[in-house]
């Protein structure tokens, strides 16, 4: 029996988890099997690249700085939300102002002057800081924001504070916008144009939150930065040396963060109640001391992100499975056998690929030699169509996956080259015998130093 399942065993081993029936045993019990159990599995993953990159991915992919497409997006999102706030304060001499609370009027300014760092905060990775990443102190947002709502059992915490941030802002926003329509006071052609303006700044917001949202909480892409973010998190904690030097730079930090996250595990100390059986059958309480007992619903999300890494742990021998796994690893794959399928960050890029066997060819040359020029001699049956007809019908064929064929760039005098790391790249390929085997793609230094 592999580590994953005997973790899994040793979960099913501690009996039902509720705050009602945790104790001072029950609970060091759970910690034993943090440290005994899930620690080796996370051991066997934390060197896999797929593993680290989900556990980074939202640090990586939304922090300031970065230039990525998630990123973009998020900087589209921070700007229609100070848009919004210019157009209300555009709308403001239509309305019967005595009807605005201050407060609203203050709000309207201070989101229109955009007084906030970022909407991400990579410190959120440990536990949610529930900071609004303010320029300046402001008492109304930060106590407000701390009342919010927020998921704190271990998770992709990084993405989802961000959206939790966004909501805030947006919430505040619409709520004055729904206001200002209900007292609109002057209706004239001008009147009319600034609140035109204002319906578009809603839809453009509501538009951008979708596409971040599209990109960020794909269902099984983020269940599984999720689970491995949370297993991150118990390793960094319980682990007798973690070596997570991708994770945490600093090893003099590990302590301090293990600490951080070990408070979400282990709750602050509450009361344990001791009592003795009287002879009527009655309960008697004898004495109540303190007691720092395990999270229940923390635990239960350990356990569930053990069977959510199941995917990296074990590869599957299912071609259905196996394409599945393949989606969750890499960015492009490529399934050759009938049907013939291509999908992109999870997606199928749908088209009749059995029938568009020149640029099928093409695309999967160019994806088993990423960040490799690719030149008709390459190709199958070269003395057919030339290289840039190819490539031609072929970006007409990705025409829905604009990021994808942004990334097949000419070279000049040579052909064409795929700027993918080969970690990000999975072929398949038929065994003749009803399953699939992967194809090993070629090494790049200059994509995947």
């Not at 159990?37 to 934390?46: A, D, F, I, M, Q």
């Not at 998190?233 to 319980?238: F, G, Q, R, V």
């Not at 999270?295 to 742990?313: E, F, T």
């Not at 990423?370 to 057919?384: C, F, N, R, S, Y």
């Amino acid at each position: 029996m592999n580590k994953l399942l005997l973790a899994l065993q040793g979960f099913e081993d501690l009996g039902p988890l509720q705050e009602i029936n945790m104790t001072e045993e029950k609970s060091d019990c759970v910690e034993a099997w943090l440290k005994e159990s899930v620690c080796p599995v996370v051991e066997e993953l934390v060197d896999l690249k797929t593993f680290q990159s989900n556990t980074i991915w939202s640090a990586s992919h939304l922090s300031k700085g970065v230039e990525t497409r998630e990123r973009k997006l998020v900087e589209d999102v921070d700007d229609c939300l100070v848009k919004f706030a210019v157009q209300l304060e555009a709308c403001f001499p239509y309305i019967y102002q005595a009807r605005i609370p201050i407060r609203h009027l203050n709000d309207i300014r201070f989101i229109a002057q955009r007084r906030w760092f970022d909407l991400v905060h990579a410190e959120d990775f440990y536990q949610p800081t529930q900071q609004l990443l303010l320029e300046e102190s402001n008492n109304q947002h930060i106590n407000n924001f701390r009342n919010y709502k927020q998921n704190r059992t271990p998770g992709d915490h990084v993405c989802d504070s961000m959206f939790v941030r966004i909501k805030y802002w947006k919430e505040i926003l619409e709520k004055i916008y729904k206001l200002f329509f209900a007292t609109i006071r002057i209706n004239d052609e001008q009147s009319m144009k600034e609140f035109s303006s204002l319906i578009d700044c809603v839809t453009q917001l509501d538009s951008s939150v979708k596409e971040l949202q599209k990109v960020c909480l794909k269902s099984t892409q983020k269940t599984l930065r999720d689970a491995c973010t949370t297993l991150s998190l118990i390793y960094l904690s319980y682990a007798d040396r973690p070596e997570l030097n991708w994770l945490v730079e600093d090893s003099s930090e590990v302590e301090v963060r293990s600490r951080i996250f070990r408070s979400t595990v282990v709750r602050p100390p509450g009361e344990i109640q001791h009592v003795e059986k009287q002879l009527d059958g009655t309960l008697k309480l004898i004495k109540q001391e303190p007691a720092s007992l395990c999270d229940p619903a923390v635990i239960r999300k350990v356990a569930q992100a053990l069977m959510d890494i199941k995917s990296i742990y074990e590869v599957p021998d299912s071609p259905e499975d196996l394409i599945d796994w393949a989606c969750s690893q890499s960015r492009l794959v490529l399934v050759d056998h009938s049907p013939r399928q291509v999908f992109w960050d999870g997606e199928p890029i749908v088209q009749k690929w059995d029938t568009e066997a020149v640029q099928w060819n093409l695309l999967w040359i160019l994806a088993y030699n990423p960040g490799i020029a690719v030149d008709k001699e390459m190709l199958h049956q070269p003395q057919g169509q030339k290289i840039n007809s190819r490539r031609s019908r072929l970006k007409k064929l990705l025409a829905d996956c604009i990021e994808l064929n942004d990334l097949i760039t000419t070279v000049y005098a040579q052909g064409y080259r795929l700027e993918l790391k080969s970690d990000d790249i999975t072929l398949l390929e038929s065994d003749g015998l009803g399953g699939l085997n992967r194809v090993p793609t070629r090494k790049s230094n200059s994509i995947n130093s």
